[in-house]
């Protein structure tokens, strides 16, 4: 999966990402991504997720689009560095744009600074979910997102 733009808006931030043919588009593709996503991040079980189906995230994440388990590892990592767990992703096939695999994710924010760093450390989680690279620090990355916080996080 890769970002292909990121733009900043006044009351959320878009990302266009591209799962290419070659990649896993969904997760089901290979049963240690749900597992992986979750030993990482074991908030992700927590989520609510608006998926027409009433299924739970902790449900949803065993078959759904890599780039929906990215909106929600940007979530969550934007509420371990203090934003609101109320703020919401959202995920959909762009259609402006020709080829398989094309997404565009939405993310509201309380910290714009917070938010680019969350989509930053993201793409570092889903390249090691999806088996592409090494397991990052989800407490450094904590710590560094807390480090870009214009307002300190309410206790």
Known sequence: MRVHSVT??????DVIVDVGDAEALRTTSDATIAERAIALLPGLEEHACRNGDDRTFAEEIADTEVPHLFEHVVMELMAKAGS????RGETSWDFRRDGHGIFRVSFEYDDDLVCLGAIKAASKVMSYVTGTGPAPDPEAETVRLLS????????
């Open 84 to 87: 609101p767990r109320s703020l």
């Open 148 to 155: 870009l916080r214009q307002v300190p996080a309410s206790a």
């Open 8 to 13: 900043v808006c006044a009351d959320r931030v």
